[in-house]
Antibody
Framework: QVQLQESGPGLVKPSQTLSLTCTVS??????????WSWIRQHPGKGLEWIGY???????YYNPSLKSRVTISVDTSKNQFSLKLSSVTAADTAVYYC???????????????WGQGTLVTVSS | QSALTQPASVSGSPGQSITISCTGT?????????VSWYQQHPGKAPKLMIYDVSNRPSGVPDRFSGSKSGNTASLTISGLQAEDEADYYC??????????FGGGTKLTVL
């Protein structure tokens, strides 16, 4: 059973870059067949898709965040990462990583999730 | 891309059925049969309940069902149980290989 675990600083200062890593166990990112995604949830609010990456490095980003987001993959470590630049208090949220599958060729089924990590943006 | 529209809350008594709607546009819900639904209990990660509009992953009770008409998808839970009380989110594949979520619906089991 695949498991995902987010890691990274829980506190980031405004204007700095938020960096998180998701470590995957129970399955290999380089096997292909899945996209690997970041999703966030503002306190008490709904889910927001940030973007996702394939093992080859192909990425897709939410247009509203695209100018500040970079998702990368390290297949040697079986990890993928999120960088969000120029953060403000509005970026305070629980950040989840997830494995995205497809039964139809369209990747949108968030099948497995990490437990989430709260990142607070504050000075 | 705008979030899909869901009612903020729905409620029902044990044993009853409830339906949660999810309204999008022809660029997402209406344009593809790629709608999924997630259940989220407080403090927990979301769990995939429905994919491809109406398919259930292994282990999801058949009390959960999905459908779609035009730009609106729906999740129906029949035979409500106390453990079904949670937040529910819809999601859709969109053009340009993007994904959009709904704003979420809080289900209260009375």
């Amino acid at each position: 059973q695949v498991q995902l675990q987010e890691s990274g600083p829980g506190l980031v200062k405004p204007s700095q870059t938020l960096s998180l890593t998701c470590t995957v166990s129970g399955g290999s990112i380089s096997s292909g067949g899945y996209y690997w995604s970041w999703i966030r949830q503002h306190p008490g609010k709904g889910l927001e898709w940030i973007g996702y990456i394939y093992y080859s490095g192909s990425t897709y980003y939410n247009p509203s965040l695209k100018s500040r987001v970079t998702i990368s993959v390290d297949t040697s470590k079986n990890q993928f990462s999120l960088k969000l630049s120029s953060v403000t208090a509005a970026d305070t949220a629980v950040y989840y990583c997830a494995r995205v599958g497809s039964s139809s060729g369209y990747y949108y089924e968030f099948q497995h999730w990490g437990q989430g990590t709260l990142v607070t943006v504050s000075s | 891309q705008s979030a899909l529209t869901q009612p903020a809350s729905v409620s029902g008594s044990p044993g009853q059925s409830i339906t949660i709607s999810c309204t999008g546009t022809s660029s997402d819900v209406g344009g593809y049969n790629y709608v999924s639904w997630y259940q989220q209990h407080p403090g927990k990660a979301p769990k995939l309940m429905i994919y491809d509009v109406s398919n259930r992953p292994s282990g999801v009770p058949d009390r959960f069902s999905g459908s779609k008409s035009g730009n609106t998808a729906s999740l129906t839970i029949s035979g409500l149980q106390a453990e079904d009380e949670a937040d529910y989110y819809c999601s859709s594949y969109t053009s340009s290989s993007h994904v959009v979520f709904g704003g979420g619906t809080k289900l209260t089991v009375l």
